[in-house]
Nanobody, 126 residues
Framework: QVQLVESGGGLVQAGGSLRLSCAAS????????MAWFRQAPGKEREFVSY????????DYAGSLKGRFTISRDNAENTVYLQMNSLNTEDTAVYYC???????????????????WGQGTPVTVSS
């Protein structure tokens, strides 16, 4: 069983930045592919970003490329999401997901992941 705890969300003005963290339990973290999803009020859950077990393969939702950066520190059992140039459309609860697999194909589907956290809310004000 893997437990995921997200942190780093909050209130930020448009144009600002936030760095989300996801701390994972378990010694096998280095073997897991990880992803970030988000869900805005009244909308479906959507893919944000993906990173494979080694960090050598990443992917992003098309609209987020260039603004968001995913990374991981396997020594610290943590995955990060650096979010820059935030706008009001980025307001959502952000979730960290983990897969039992080292690589997930395709990475953007929720069903490819086995564990998820409680989420951290991000609110971007105009």
């Amino acid at each position: 069983q893997v437990q995921l705890v997200e942190s780093g969300g909050g209130l930020v003005q448009a144009g600002g930045s936030l760095r989300l963290s996801c701390a994972a339990s378990g010694r096998a973290f280095r073997n897991y592919a990880m992803a970030w999803f988000r869900q805005a009020p009244g909308k479906e859950r959507e893919f944000v970003s993906y990173i494979n077990w080694s960090g050598g393969n990443t992917d992003y939702a098309g609209s987020l490329k260039g603004r968001f950066t995913i990374s991981r520190d396997n020594a610290e059992n943590t995955v990060y999401l650096q979010m820059n140039s935030l706008n009001t459309e980025d307001t959502a609860v952000y979730y960290c997901d983990a897969s039992n697999l080292a690589n997930v194909r395709p990475p953007a589907l929720s069903r490819g992941y086995d564990y998820w956290g409680q989420g951290t809310p991000v609110t971007v004000s105009s």
